[in-house]
């Protein structure tokens, strides 16, 4: 016997008890944000058949769900906005009667514990889908930015208390802030996309968001699979320009980038997981083929275990569900 091992490292997952004191990483509620598409009028309530148990939300719909989402914790709701008409500029996304600065003042009304997280882009706004004014076929980088901090400003004297630019045009942080801030909105805080990959996981989001680009595709601003140096350089520059949080998106295949990007900063890092993550994981457990749920967590797990401290997703109230059940 004295040569068997001492250790056994058995020892500590032998129940549950001993196995929940022991877990290194930890999920919680307030982790979580859950994006949701506002759609004007009233009573609306159409699902995405892409995105089982999702649906284009009615202001009026909108608020029955984020207050069961702030009952059990969740700490945040991102908007996205489908408007009634769309142009060549996006000019309904700084329309103060617009889906999304409607939304964000409900939820501040009726669940003001949720943080209110406002994406801000052009594409589910323009006629063609792109994230910006279109010349020559190519998104035009610096004729956007004023666009984009239109939106912006539109969004924080709504009541949002995160301003997150996706759109991936250079130099968008630094002239949001500097907008909000002459504006007087000094305490909105900025999370950039700062890792944004033109990614095949975004395909259920283009359905939800009508977003889809009606030629060409998003790769000249968003990033390249395959590059991480360039990932570190995107978070240094925001960062310069005075982002208070960083994302990384996709999350589930980028694990890799989150873990790059939180052994770099000391600032929050964020991480979205799909539509494709979450639209695969479902199809998957409606077959039949896994454990919805435990994939779930686990996947979240996973994310959070890279270096996420806040995970966007769609699963937001099923694992906030699932964690108050568990405790």
């Not at 148990?53 to 608020?63: A, R, T």
Request: proline share 6%; glycine share 8%.
């Amino acid at each position: 016997m004295s040569s068997y091992p001492a250790a056994r490292s058995r020892r500590l997952r032998r129940t549950p008890a001993l196995r929940r004191q022991v877990t290194e990483t930890r999920l919680d509620a307030s982790m979580f944000v859950l994006p949701v598409f506002v759609v004007p009028g009233n009573g609306i309530r159409k699902e995405i058949s892409s995105m089982p148990g999702n649906y284009q939300l009615s202001v009026d719909e909108l608020i029955p769900l984020a207050q069961e989402a702030e009952a059990l914790g969740v700490g945040g709701m991102l908007f996205f906005g489908i408007p009634e008409t769309k142009d060549e500029e996006g000019t309904p996304a700084w329309d103060p009667e617009g889906p999304v600065p409607q939304g964000i003042a409900a939820i501040k009304e009726h669940a003001p514990d949720l943080v209110t997280w406002a994406d801000v882009c052009l594409c589910e706004y323009t006629s063609h889908g792109h994230c910006g004014i279109v010349k020559g076929g190519v998104v035009d980088n610096d004729a956007t930015l004023p666009l984009l901090a239109r939106a912006a400003l539109a969004y924080a004297a709504a009541g949002a208390d995160v301003i997150a630019p996706s759109d991936m045009m250079d130099g968008r942080v630094g002239v949001i802030r500097s907008v909000l801030d002459a504006a007087g909105f000094t305490d909105r805080a900025i999370c950039s996309y700062s890792v944004k990959y033109a990614s095949a996981f975004y395909g259920p989001f283009r359905d939800a968001a009508d977003s889809a680009p009606a030629f060409g595709d998003r790769r000249t601003h968003q990033m390249d699979p395959p590059n991480v140096r360039e990932a570190r350089r995107e978070v240094e520059l925001d960062i310069l320009e005075g982002a208070d949080m960083v994302m990384v998106k996709p999350a589930g295949p980028y694990l890799d980038v989150i873990r790059e990007v939180r052994g770099m900063v000391d600032l929050p890092v964020v991480a979205y997981q799909v539509s494709g993550e979450f639209s695969m994981v479902k199809a998957a457990a409606e077959r039949g083929w896994i454990d919805g749920e435990r994939v779930m967590m686990e996947s979240l797990t996973g994310i959070v275990r890279a270096g996420a401290d806040i995970v966007l997703t769609y699963f937001a109230i099923d694992a906030a569900r699932v964690l108050k059940e568990n405790r």
